[in-house]
């Protein structure tokens, strides 16, 4: 079924300069198991479209079911030096809110909280 | 095993000192710790300055030394704050001189030497005005210079805790650093004890941010919240490194495994390789885990060794923005504010106004995330048109000015709002550098 990233995690955003920090927290593993297919670095720059000029890199965070994103050039030059009303790209994190995403149903239902997961950190693919 | 309770204060200069409050009275803890500058603060704190030699650091560490003081005596609590900004010996001044007033017996420390801006030309001859990030060489005569300065750690923080300091105030250390050097002095860890120094700025990154690491910016279910009496956060923190994060009973806010997760990768770009000045810090090795009601342990967190340079920031002047902002109603609210940007692009044209840049967007339609949001047009009850261009004089604003106003009476119907006409406000260019750490460190000075 389709539903909107927004019923799936949470989100927090920052900024270093003129690049933009989102990150994303699936509510538990098989969600962030799904996601980790779907949030591709490409598919998470196309929906950006002309909001972020440079590249997205993705890092993993298994320990706490996150999926970090850096958008390079994405705050038309920085909090202190931009036009743009949110040159500090508080908001960039609901952006991607409304990614919709085709998921099992399945994995809907079964949303169990996530509890302490220890992932192996270095496994960084 | 020794444990040390540290309560955070602000998370930048602005931020609100009441909910450190209750941390001191009731929330037994031993230090305050509170981050005070930003990348736009050490800007502010800079056009302070050239108003007057004597400012230069966060004018609010008097009132709120005036609160806390008498607070902190009793309770025997000392403070470590960077509020020093660009004048930390200027800030020492004005709490001496609280502490003189209210007849209290405490030793006020002062860390400076991170400004390099009488080093540029040391600098330039190293060949080290080289922007980190996109590898040109900066030409500083080009520009007028506001600031420069390093980002220092812990040590010299450490350093005036250890010659018996009660309150250390500093200039441009780093955020998390204000929370770690407790920990460092208190259990003796070692410089070169990696993985404890990455575990003592892991829990000072989930401090440094007051509000947000306890319920603010929260992005789960922010409405069960209690954010009118939101506390800021505390950690007891053991001498292997491992916290506990809570806040004081009786306060507002969450602590829990969800918010403290948004915090911990807040602004950390690299999560494996978080480089700090005093230690490489792997982040993504923490473990959060919910133990009880507000507490949630804190662990696992490793390093790496420190690196061999401090990054520096330079700020500089950059022109200006001049800003106009404007309403109109429905019907075709969104038809009439794109009506009316033509039209001020059309005389901006006609009256020889040059802009370097323009960004023009809708408030209340795509004003935050603009091509990302395109939905046909929702019958909108107001849209605001905001127009933002970069120019190279202050007046220019004014010039703009003259072209907004006369919308008032020759542009589409039904306006409001004017809240912009065309204010004008500097604009700030950052380089960031690297600067080996010898050159630095041998001007780095505590006095008390």
Not at chain 1, 26 to 43: M, P, Q, V, W
Not at chain 1, 51 to 56: A, I, Q
Request: charged share 25%; proline share 4%.
């Amino acid at each position: 079924m389709k539903v909107l990233l927004k019923e799936l995690v949470q989100v927090r955003c920052g900024d270093k300069g003129n690049d933009s920090d989102v990150n994303i927290f699936a509510s538990n593993e098989r969600i962030y198991a799904y996601l980790k297919e779907e949030l591709t670095e490409e598919k998470v720059k196309a929906f950006y479209g002309d909001l972020v000029k440079g590249d997205v890199i993705r890092y993993e965070v298994p320990n706490v079911l996150a999926f970090k994103f850096h958008l390079k050039e994405a705050l038309g030059g920085g909090g202190s030096s931009s036009l743009r009303i949110d040159g500090l790209g508080k908001t960039m994190g609901a952006v991607i809110l409304r990614m919709e995403v085709d998921i099992d149903e399945g994995l809907l239902k079964n949303d169990k909280k996530d509890s302490l997961y220890i992932g192996q950190s270095n496994s960084i693919s | 095993m020794k444990k040390i309770r540290i309560g955070a204060a602000t998370g930048f200069y602005g931020d609100s000192i009441i909910p450190a409050i209750p941390s001191i009275t009731d929330g037994n803890i031993d230090y305050l710790c509170f981050d005070a500058l930003a990348e736009l603060t050490m800007a502010i704190l800079q056009k302070d300055r050239q108003k007057n030699p004597e400012w230069g650091y966060t004018k609010d560490i008097g009132p709120f030394m005036e609160t806390l003081l008498p607070l902190c005596v009793e309770k025997k609590v000392k403070i470590l704050t960077n509020a020093g900004g660009i004048n930390p010996l200027g800030a020492k001044k004005v709490v001496d001189e609280i502490i003189k007033r209210l007849n209290l017996d405490l030793k006020v420390a002062v860390v400076y030497g991170d400004d390099m801006m009488s080093n540029l030309e040391e600098l330039k001859q190293n060949n080290l005005l080289v922007n980190m990030q996109s590898k040109e060489s900066f030409k500083h005569n080009d520009y007028e210079l506001l600031f420069a300065n390093a980002y220092l750690g812990a040590k010299p923080l450490v350093e005036a805790l250890q010659q018996g300091a009660d309150i250390v105030i500093s200039g441009r250390t780093i955020d998390a650093a204000q929370f770690a050097a407790p920990m460092i002095y208190e259990f003796g860890w070692e410089w070169d004890d990696w993985d404890r120094l990455a575990k003592g700025m892991t829990i000072g990154h989930l401090m440094e941010c007051s509000g947000q690491a306890v319920g603010g910016n929260f992005s789960g279910d922010w409405r069960s919240i209690d954010l009118i009496n939101i506390g800021f956060p505390i950690a007891e923190v053991d001498e292997l490194g491992e916290a506990i994060i809570t806040k004081a009973p009786g306060t507002g806010g969450l602590v829990s495994r969800d918010t403290l997760k948004e915090q911990l990768l807040y602004e950390v770009h690299d999560p494996y390789n978080y480089i700090l000045p005093d230690v490489v810090v792997n982040i993504a090795d923490t473990c959060l885990e919910d133990i009880g009601e507000n507490q949630v342990r804190v662990y696992g967190s490793t390093g790496k060794p420190a690196t061999d340079t401090y990054k520096a920031l330079i700020g500089y002047a950059d022109g200006y923005m001049a800003e106009a902002i404007f309403g109109y109603s429905w019907p075709d609210a969104l038809e009439k504010a794109k009506s009316a940007s033509e039209i001020l692009i059309a005389h901006m044209e006609r009256d020889k106004l040059l802009y370097e840049d323009i960004d023009i967007s809708y408030i209340g339609y795509n004003s935050m995330h603009r091509s990302v949001i395109n939905e046909p047009d929702p019958d909108l009850n107001e849209v605001f048109l905001r127009l933002a261009i970069k120019v190279r004089k202050r007046s220019d604003g004014t010039r703009l000015s003259r072209i907004v106003s006369p919308l008032g009476l020759s542009g589409p119907p039904f306006l409001a709002g004017m809240l912009g006409r065309g204010r004008a406000t500097q604009l700030l260019g950052i380089c960031p550098i690297l600067i080996p750490k010898e050159l630095v460190e041998k001007q780095v000075k505590v006095e008390m």
